[in-house]
Each structure stands twice: as structure tokens, then as C-alpha cells.
T-cell receptor, first 114, second 108 residues
Framework: GAVVSQHPSWVICKSGTSVKIECRSLDFQATTMFWYRQFPKQSLMLMATSNEGSKATYEQGVEKDKFLINHASLTLSTLTVTSAHPEDSSFYIC??????????FGPGTRLLVL | EDQVTQSPEALRLQEGESSSLNCSYTVSGLRGLFWYRQDPGKGPEFLFTLYSAGEEKEKERLKATLTKKESFLHITAPKPEDSATYLCAVPGRRALTFGSGTRLQVQP
């Protein structure tokens, strides 16, 4: 199947700092990528849709000024958590669709804000 | 609004003990139903896509089936390495809408 990578795989930061997470499609191009958040023992919740060449689309309740998304190229989307707080600690996962068949997910990034 | 409900929430099996996981869905128009496997601390791994009632797909010890209202993931003679959370999902307005998952534990 298609490969999607994320970097870093885990990050620990101090409250108030910003953290950038990268999502790359390694062997295909993706004009759209999706960012999900997953809390322990819960399912994935869509945060936003990253669109190459245009603004991201955010789900209701997700602050666009806090979670900055940039779809820099057809293979790269970044999520920046600005002024992170402990409640932002979570598992962040990106995905990219390949054709119309399915979405492939990255390995996830675990964020811990102290 | 699309809804996906999975049951049971957790399932513990002995090695070799076959069972089934359920995924019930309510959508305005089904454009596919997806099954994923997720190991702790990792992203979901794609397993199957089903598109129409009556369709079945198999992969090793797993078989997914689909009706007009639900999908089943049958696990035949499971092994400890099949322990994971199994997620089903349907395409939403933009991305996938996931069920809450079934945490499967297979004991040797």
C-alpha cells in the first residue's frame, strides 16, 4: 500500500511553545491531506482538511489560529500547534487519499506538553 | 449525520477461538466501508474496503462482509499477533468517520 510518513514520531515541549508536525506522502501525490487527533482509548477525530494551494478547512470546534496548517507541496502538509498547552497533549495522525479507493495513514505523532 | 457504531468495545479471545466484530452504520449514501487495524501508538493500517451489500474480502485470518446496515469482521483461529484495535469507517463529507473501535486481545 501507499506510504505516509510523519515527523517527529514524538515530541515533548513546554507550555507556551509551538510545535510543528510534518506529514509526507512518500510515493504518491496528495492534493488533500487530513489531520486527526486521537485521545487515549478513543477513536480518531477529524481536525482539519489540508488543501494544496488553498486554505485548510477546519472542523467545528477546532481553532484555526491555534492549529496552523500549511500544504506546502503535493507531498507535504504541516500542522503547527501554536502556544501549546497541556490539554493539547494527544496523538496526532495525518492521512492522505490515494485515488478513490482509500486513505493511508501516517504512523502518528505523540505530543506531550508539560 | 453519518453514524458508525462498533461492538463489542473490547473482546478477549483464546488463541484459535474464532469470533466476529460488528460495525453498524447509518449513512445517507454508502460510498464504501473501510476496516483498519491500529496497534498501540501507531497509525491505522488499511485492511479492507467494501462497497456493496453481499461483498466479502479476505486477508489471512480476517474476512470482512457487508450488508445494507452493518459489516462484520470475522477472525478465524486468531493468534496473539492479531491483538489490536480494529476500526471501521465510512466516508464523510470530507474525510472518514470512524467508529470507536473494538480492542481485541488474543491470549496464547
Amino acid at each position: 500500500g501507499a506510504v505516509v510518513s510523519q515527523h517527529p514520531s514524538w515530541v515533548i515541549c513546554k507550555s507556551g511553545t509551538s510545535v510543528k508536525i510534518e506529514c509526507r506522502s512518500l510515493d504518491f501525490q496528495a492534493t488533500t491531506m487530513f489531520w486527526y487527533r486521537q485521545f487515549p482509548k478513543q477513536s480518531l477525530m477529524l481536525m482539519a482538511t489540508s488543501n494544496e494551494g488553498s486554505k485548510a478547512t477546519y472542523e467545528q470546534g477546532v481553532e484555526k489560529d491555534k492549529f496552523l496548517i500549511n500544504h506546502a507541496s503535493l507531498t507535504l502538509s504541516t500542522l503547527t500547534v501554536t502556544s501549546a498547552h497541556p490539554e493539547d497533549s494527544s496523538f496526532y495522525i495525518c492521512s492522505a487519499p490515494q485515488g478513490t479507493e482509500t486513505q493511508y495513514f501516517g504512523p502518528g505523532t505523540r505530543l506531550l506538553v508539560l | 449525520e453519518d453514524q458508525v457504531t462498533q461492538s463489542p468495545e473490547a473482546l478477549r479471545l483464546q488463541e484459535g477461538e474464532s469470533s466476529s466484530l460488528n460495525c453498524s452504520y447509518t449513512v445517507s449514501g454508502l460510498r464504501g466501508l473501510f476496516w483498519y487495524r491500529q496497534d498501540p501508538g501507531k497509525g491505522p493500517e488499511f485492511l479492507f474496503t467494501l462497497y456493496s451489500a453481499g461483498e466479502e474480502k479476505e486477508k489471512e485470518r480476517l474476512k470482512a462482509t457487508l450488508t445494507k446496515k452493518e459489516s462484520f469482521l470475522h477472525i478465524t483461529a486468531p493468534k496473539p499477533e492479531d491483538s489490536a484495535t480494529y476500526l471501521c469507517a465510512v466516508p464523510g463529507r470530507r474525510a472518514l468517520t470512524f467508529g470507536s473501535g473494538t480492542r481485541l486481545q488474543v491470549q496464547p
